[in-house]
Protein backbone atom coordinates (compact mmCIF):
# COMPACT_ATOMS: atom_id res chain seq x y z
CA UNK A 1 0.00 0.00 0.00
CA UNK A 2 3.30 2.09 -0.44
CA UNK A 3 1.91 5.95 -1.29
CA UNK A 4 -1.52 5.23 -0.70
CA UNK A 5 -3.43 7.93 1.40
CA UNK A 6 -4.71 6.60 4.90
CA UNK A 7 -8.05 6.69 3.37
CA UNK A 8 -7.02 4.36 0.23
CA UNK A 9 -5.77 2.54 3.30
CA UNK A 10 -9.17 2.07 5.16
CA UNK A 11 -10.73 1.34 1.75
CA UNK A 12 -8.44 -1.18 1.47
CA UNK A 13 -8.77 -2.96 4.33
CA UNK A 14 -11.74 -1.51 6.28
CA UNK A 15 -14.97 -2.77 7.07
CA UNK A 16 -16.79 -5.89 4.94
CA UNK A 17 -20.34 -3.97 6.09
CA UNK A 18 -20.95 -7.27 7.49
CA UNK A 19 -20.05 -6.34 11.16
CA UNK A 20 -22.79 -7.68 13.56
CA UNK A 21 -23.95 -10.16 10.87
CA UNK A 22 -23.04 -13.40 11.72
CA UNK A 23 -23.76 -12.52 15.25
CA UNK A 24 -27.03 -11.19 14.91
CA UNK A 25 -28.13 -14.15 12.75
CA UNK A 26 -27.12 -16.64 15.56
CA UNK A 27 -29.17 -15.11 17.86
CA UNK A 28 -31.89 -15.11 15.86
CA UNK A 29 -32.00 -18.93 15.28
CA UNK A 30 -31.08 -19.19 18.95
CA UNK A 31 -34.42 -17.36 19.99
CA UNK A 32 -36.17 -18.96 17.21
CA UNK A 33 -34.48 -22.68 18.77
CA UNK A 34 -35.84 -22.32 22.28
CA UNK A 35 -39.29 -23.15 21.41
CA UNK A 36 -38.77 -25.25 18.66
CA UNK A 37 -36.37 -27.63 20.17
CA UNK A 38 -38.51 -27.60 23.04
CA UNK A 39 -42.17 -28.43 21.43
CA UNK A 40 -39.92 -31.40 19.34
CA UNK A 41 -38.18 -33.32 22.15
CA UNK A 42 -41.70 -33.18 24.48
CA UNK A 43 -43.40 -33.99 21.21
CA UNK A 44 -41.06 -36.80 20.84
CA UNK A 45 -40.96 -37.63 24.59
CA UNK A 46 -44.83 -38.64 24.48
CA UNK A 47 -44.94 -40.41 21.00
CA UNK A 48 -43.74 -44.32 21.33
CA UNK A 49 -40.72 -43.77 19.42
CA UNK A 50 -40.11 -47.88 18.27
CA UNK A 51 -43.77 -47.44 16.76
CA UNK A 52 -43.21 -46.99 12.83
CA UNK A 53 -47.17 -45.67 12.20
CA UNK A 54 -47.24 -43.55 15.67
CA UNK A 55 -44.31 -41.66 14.55
CA UNK A 56 -44.99 -41.25 10.98
CA UNK A 57 -48.70 -40.86 11.80
CA UNK A 58 -47.34 -37.72 14.23
CA UNK A 59 -45.13 -36.32 11.13
CA UNK A 60 -47.82 -36.61 8.28
CA UNK A 61 -49.21 -33.84 9.94
CA UNK A 62 -48.86 -30.52 8.59
CA UNK A 63 -48.79 -29.32 11.79
CA UNK A 64 -46.02 -30.95 12.78
CA UNK A 65 -44.59 -31.64 9.23
CA UNK A 66 -43.36 -27.86 9.44
CA UNK A 67 -42.03 -26.98 12.02
CA UNK A 68 -40.19 -29.83 11.83
CA UNK A 69 -38.93 -28.97 8.44
CA UNK A 70 -37.91 -25.30 9.85
CA UNK A 71 -36.42 -26.66 12.83
CA UNK A 72 -33.88 -28.70 10.61
CA UNK A 73 -32.91 -25.56 8.36
CA UNK A 74 -32.73 -23.35 11.31
CA UNK A 75 -30.77 -26.19 13.66
CA UNK A 76 -28.55 -26.40 10.39
CA UNK A 77 -27.76 -22.58 9.96
CA UNK A 78 -27.39 -22.11 13.69
CA UNK A 79 -24.60 -24.98 14.00
CA UNK A 80 -23.35 -23.92 10.57
CA UNK A 81 -22.51 -20.77 12.63
CA UNK A 82 -21.19 -21.71 15.34
CA UNK A 83 -18.86 -24.37 13.79
CA UNK A 84 -17.86 -21.37 11.42
CA UNK A 85 -16.61 -19.77 15.33
CA UNK A 86 -15.19 -22.67 15.94
CA UNK A 87 -13.03 -23.25 13.18
CA UNK A 88 -12.27 -19.65 12.92
CA UNK A 89 -11.09 -19.59 16.51
CA UNK A 90 -8.98 -22.96 16.20
CA UNK A 91 -7.83 -23.92 13.29
CA UNK A 92 -5.14 -21.31 12.59
CA UNK A 93 -3.37 -22.99 9.26
CA UNK A 94 -4.84 -20.85 6.83
CA UNK A 95 -5.44 -23.42 3.79
CA UNK A 96 -6.59 -25.91 6.44
CA UNK A 97 -9.30 -22.93 7.90
CA UNK A 98 -10.64 -22.21 4.48
CA UNK A 99 -10.48 -26.25 3.28
CA UNK A 100 -12.44 -27.10 6.74
CA UNK A 101 -15.38 -23.63 6.56
CA UNK A 102 -16.28 -24.82 3.06
CA UNK A 103 -16.35 -28.28 3.89
CA UNK A 104 -18.33 -27.52 6.87
CA UNK A 105 -20.54 -24.85 4.46
CA UNK A 106 -21.32 -27.68 2.07
CA UNK A 107 -21.96 -30.63 4.78
CA UNK A 108 -24.52 -28.37 7.22
CA UNK A 109 -26.07 -27.56 3.73
CA UNK A 110 -26.43 -30.90 2.54
CA UNK A 111 -27.51 -32.26 6.18
CA UNK A 112 -30.40 -29.33 5.53
CA UNK A 113 -31.85 -30.38 2.13
CA UNK A 114 -31.76 -34.26 3.09
CA UNK A 115 -33.28 -33.47 6.25
CA UNK A 116 -36.60 -31.13 5.01
CA UNK A 117 -36.37 -33.83 2.02
CA UNK A 118 -37.06 -36.80 4.65
CA UNK A 119 -39.36 -34.85 6.16
CA UNK A 120 -41.37 -34.05 3.27
CA UNK A 121 -40.97 -37.87 1.90
CA UNK A 122 -42.94 -39.55 4.87
CA UNK A 123 -45.27 -36.46 4.70
CA UNK A 124 -46.21 -36.80 1.56
CA UNK A 125 -46.68 -40.84 1.37
CA UNK A 126 -49.87 -41.87 1.12
CA UNK B 1 13.99 -7.04 18.60
CA UNK B 2 12.77 -7.47 22.57
CA UNK B 3 9.46 -10.03 22.82
CA UNK B 4 6.18 -7.60 22.07
CA UNK B 5 3.71 -7.52 25.28
CA UNK B 6 1.23 -10.23 24.67
CA UNK B 7 -2.57 -10.03 25.98
CA UNK B 8 -3.04 -12.23 29.03
CA UNK B 9 -4.28 -15.23 28.22
CA UNK B 10 -6.04 -18.08 29.91
CA UNK B 11 -3.50 -19.94 31.85
CA UNK B 12 -2.95 -16.45 33.95
CA UNK B 13 -6.19 -16.26 35.36
CA UNK B 14 -7.02 -18.53 38.46
CA UNK B 15 -9.29 -21.32 37.27
CA UNK B 16 -13.17 -21.02 38.10
CA UNK B 17 -15.74 -23.28 37.50
CA UNK B 18 -17.54 -20.17 35.15
CA UNK B 19 -14.67 -20.95 33.06
CA UNK B 20 -15.71 -24.41 32.00
CA UNK B 21 -19.10 -23.50 31.72
CA UNK B 22 -17.90 -20.86 29.14
CA UNK B 23 -15.76 -24.02 27.34
CA UNK B 24 -18.73 -26.74 27.68
CA UNK B 25 -21.01 -24.47 25.24
CA UNK B 26 -18.57 -24.32 22.65
CA UNK B 27 -18.15 -28.18 23.48
CA UNK B 28 -21.96 -29.15 23.49
CA UNK B 29 -22.39 -26.96 20.33
CA UNK B 30 -19.91 -29.09 18.08
CA UNK B 31 -20.93 -32.13 19.53
CA UNK B 32 -25.04 -31.39 18.78
CA UNK B 33 -23.75 -29.89 15.49
CA UNK B 34 -22.49 -34.04 14.41
CA UNK B 35 -26.00 -34.91 16.35
CA UNK B 36 -27.50 -33.44 13.13
CA UNK B 37 -26.68 -36.55 11.20
CA UNK B 38 -28.11 -38.55 13.75
CA UNK B 39 -31.25 -36.80 13.45
CA UNK B 40 -31.32 -37.08 9.51
CA UNK B 41 -30.39 -40.56 9.48
CA UNK B 42 -33.17 -41.28 11.63
CA UNK B 43 -35.81 -39.23 9.54
CA UNK B 44 -34.34 -40.97 6.44
CA UNK B 45 -34.83 -44.35 8.41
CA UNK B 46 -38.13 -43.87 9.67
CA UNK B 47 -39.45 -43.12 5.85
CA UNK B 48 -37.70 -45.73 4.13
CA UNK B 49 -40.46 -48.09 6.57
CA UNK B 50 -40.86 -49.92 9.36
CA UNK B 51 -37.97 -52.62 8.47
CA UNK B 52 -35.61 -50.14 8.01
CA UNK B 53 -37.05 -48.37 10.80
CA UNK B 54 -37.23 -51.40 13.11
CA UNK B 55 -33.07 -51.88 12.03
CA UNK B 56 -32.40 -48.59 12.95
CA UNK B 57 -33.59 -48.73 16.57
CA UNK B 58 -31.32 -52.08 16.60
CA UNK B 59 -28.63 -49.92 15.84
CA UNK B 60 -29.42 -47.36 17.81
CA UNK B 61 -30.07 -49.52 20.96
CA UNK B 62 -26.82 -50.79 21.85
CA UNK B 63 -25.23 -49.85 24.60
CA UNK B 64 -22.40 -47.68 23.52
CA UNK B 65 -24.28 -46.21 21.25
CA UNK B 66 -27.48 -45.45 23.97
CA UNK B 67 -24.93 -43.68 26.49
CA UNK B 68 -23.96 -41.20 23.29
CA UNK B 69 -27.54 -40.43 22.54
CA UNK B 70 -27.78 -39.75 26.20
CA UNK B 71 -24.75 -37.33 26.30
CA UNK B 72 -26.53 -35.77 23.49
CA UNK B 73 -29.60 -35.21 25.75
CA UNK B 74 -27.89 -33.93 28.26
CA UNK B 75 -25.49 -31.64 25.90
CA UNK B 76 -28.71 -30.53 24.48
CA UNK B 77 -30.01 -29.40 27.65
CA UNK B 78 -27.12 -27.52 28.67
CA UNK B 79 -26.62 -25.93 25.33
CA UNK B 80 -30.33 -24.75 25.70
CA UNK B 81 -29.89 -23.42 29.15
CA UNK B 82 -26.47 -21.71 28.58
CA UNK B 83 -27.65 -20.13 25.33
CA UNK B 84 -30.76 -18.65 26.81
CA UNK B 85 -28.20 -17.34 29.78
CA UNK B 86 -25.97 -15.53 26.80
CA UNK B 87 -28.88 -14.24 25.41
CA UNK B 88 -29.98 -12.42 28.81
CA UNK B 89 -26.32 -11.63 29.03
CA UNK B 90 -27.59 -9.97 25.61
CA UNK B 91 -29.26 -7.26 27.10
CA UNK B 92 -26.73 -6.24 29.08
CA UNK B 93 -27.40 -7.68 32.25
CA UNK B 94 -26.10 -10.42 34.76
CA UNK B 95 -22.25 -9.96 34.39
CA UNK B 96 -21.48 -9.27 37.37
CA UNK B 97 -18.69 -11.79 39.53
CA UNK B 98 -21.86 -13.24 41.45
CA UNK B 99 -25.00 -13.05 38.81
CA UNK B 100 -22.62 -14.95 36.44
CA UNK B 101 -21.98 -17.59 39.21
CA UNK B 102 -26.27 -17.84 40.06
CA UNK B 103 -26.79 -18.04 36.51
CA UNK B 104 -24.00 -20.92 35.84
CA UNK B 105 -25.83 -22.91 39.17
CA UNK B 106 -29.17 -22.28 37.70
CA UNK B 107 -28.03 -23.69 34.46
CA UNK B 108 -26.68 -26.76 36.32
CA UNK B 109 -29.43 -27.26 38.18
CA UNK B 110 -31.86 -27.18 35.46
CA UNK B 111 -29.57 -29.87 33.36
CA UNK B 112 -29.53 -32.18 36.69
CA UNK B 113 -33.11 -31.81 36.89
CA UNK B 114 -34.55 -31.90 33.36
CA UNK B 115 -31.57 -34.71 32.23
CA UNK B 116 -32.65 -36.74 34.62
CA UNK B 117 -36.47 -36.95 34.11
CA UNK B 118 -35.49 -37.14 30.12
CA UNK B 119 -33.21 -39.64 30.69
CA UNK B 120 -35.98 -41.41 32.33
CA UNK B 121 -38.20 -41.01 29.87
CA UNK B 122 -36.54 -41.95 26.73
CA UNK B 123 -34.23 -44.49 28.32
CA UNK B 124 -36.18 -46.25 30.48
CA UNK B 125 -38.06 -49.47 28.72
CA UNK B 126 -42.00 -47.87 29.17
CA UNK B 127 -42.27 -46.72 25.36
CA UNK B 128 -39.38 -44.28 24.33
CA UNK B 129 -36.46 -45.13 22.30
CA UNK B 130 -35.95 -49.06 23.43
Known sequence: MRGSTPLGKVLGYGSAKDGAGHWWVQRVTAVALVPLTIWFLLSMASLPLADHAAVTGWMRQSLHAVPLAVLILTLCWHARLGVQVVLEDYVHHHALKITSLLLSTFVHALVAATGVFAVLRIAFAA | ?130
Open chain 2, 1 to 130: MAPRPLSPHLSVYRFAYTMALSILHRITGVALASGLLVLVAWLLALGNGPQAYAAFNGFMGHGLIQVVLGAWLLAFLYHLANGIRHLFWDTGRGFSKSAARRSARLVIAFVVVAGALLVYVFFCPVGGVQ
